[in-house]
C-alpha cells in the first residue's frame, strides 16, 4: 500500500517524559509536514521539511524537534511534555510544497 | 481577524440534496485552495484542489473559486448518508512554501 503510515497510533503518558512519534511515506514525495489537532479540531502547522531542509518552522515551543534522516521519514520528538500537549499529531507528505498534502492516520498523544 | 473562515454548522440536508459549504480566505496572494473531509476519529482525505478561478468537478463534487471574493465553495450534489462528516477549507499562504492554513471546518450532517 502506498501510503503516508505513523507509530505509534495510541500514545499515553505522564508529564515530563520525552517521547518520539515516527512518520514514513512511500509516495515518493520530497516534502514532509507535522500538524497538530487540538480538542476543538483546529489543524495547525507546526513544521515542514522538503528534501530533509526544515522550511517552516512555526512558533511551537523549543521541546518539539523534528528530524528527518531521509526524505521518506520524519520524526517528532518532544521533550518534557505537558498537559498542553494532548492532541491529535498528523504528519503530511507532498510532491512538492506547492501541491496537495496527504496526510497519515494521526497519534493521538494523551498526557496524565 | 482568521486567515481562513468556515461556518461550523451543523450544515444538515436530506439526502438526494445539495450540499453547499462556503469558506473566505484573508490573503489575496493565495494561489492554492483544497478541501479536505474528516471522518471522526480519522485523518484528513483530500477531497479536491483548485488553482484558478470558475468551477471544478469531480464526480459529485464542484469546487468553485472566486479570489477576486477571496472565497471558495463546496457543491455536494445527491448527498449521501455516508458525506456526513467534517469538511476542511486549506488556503497556502503567498509568498513562500506551502504553508497551509486550514479552517476550522463545517460539519455536515446527511440525513435519511
Known amino acids: 500500500d502506498t501510503a503516508v503510515s505513523q507509530t505509534p497510533k495510541y500514545l499515553v503518558t505522564q508529564m515530563g517524559n520525552d517521547k518520539s512519534i515516527k512518520c514514513e511515506q512511500n509516495?515518493?514525495?520530497?516534502?514532509m509536514y507535522w500538524y497538530k489537532q487540538d480538542s476543538k479540531k483546529f489543524l495547525k502547522i507546526m513544521f515542514s521539511y522538503n528534501n530533509k531542509e526544515l522550511i517552516i518552522n512555526e512558533t511551537v515551543p523549543n521541546r518539539f524537534s523534528p528530524k528527518s534522516p531521509d526524505k521518506a521519514h520524519l520524526n517528532l520528538h518532544i521533550n518534557s511534555l505537558e498537559l498542553g500537549d494532548s492532541a491529535v499529531y498528523f504528519c503530511?507528505?507532498?510532491?512538492?510544497?506547492?501541491?496537495?498534502?496527504?496526510f497519515g492516520p494521526g497519534t493521538r498523544l494523551t498526557v496524565t | 481577524q482568521k486567515e481562513v473562515e468556515q461556518n461550523s454548522g451543523p450544515l444538515s440536508v436530506p439526502e438526494g440534496a445539495i450540499a453547499s459549504l462556503n469558506c473566505t480566505y484573508s490573503d489575496r496572494g493565495s494561489q492554492s485552495f483544497f478541501w479536505y473531509r474528516q471522518y471522526s476519529g480519522k485523518s484528513p482525505e483530500l477531497i479536491m484542489s483548485i488553482y484558478s478561478n470558475g468551477d471544478k468537478e469531480d464526480g459529485r463534487f464542484t469546487a468553485q473559486l472566486n479570489k477576486a471574493s477571496q472565497y471558495v465553495s463546496l457543491l455536494i450534489r445527491d448527498s449521501q448518508p455516508s458525506d456526513s462528516a467534517t469538511y476542511l477549507c486549506?488556503?497556502?499562504?503567498?509568498?513562500?512554501?506551502?504553508?497551509?492554513?486550514f479552517g476550522a471546518g463545517t460539519r455536515l450532517a446527511v440525513h435519511p
Open positions: 509516495l515518493g514525495h520530497d516534502t
Open positions: 503530511a507528505s507532498s510532491q512538492d510544497p506547492t501541491v496537495e498534502q496527504y
Open positions: 486549506a488556503v497556502s499562504l503567498s509568498g513562500g512554501y506551502n504553508k497551509l492554513i
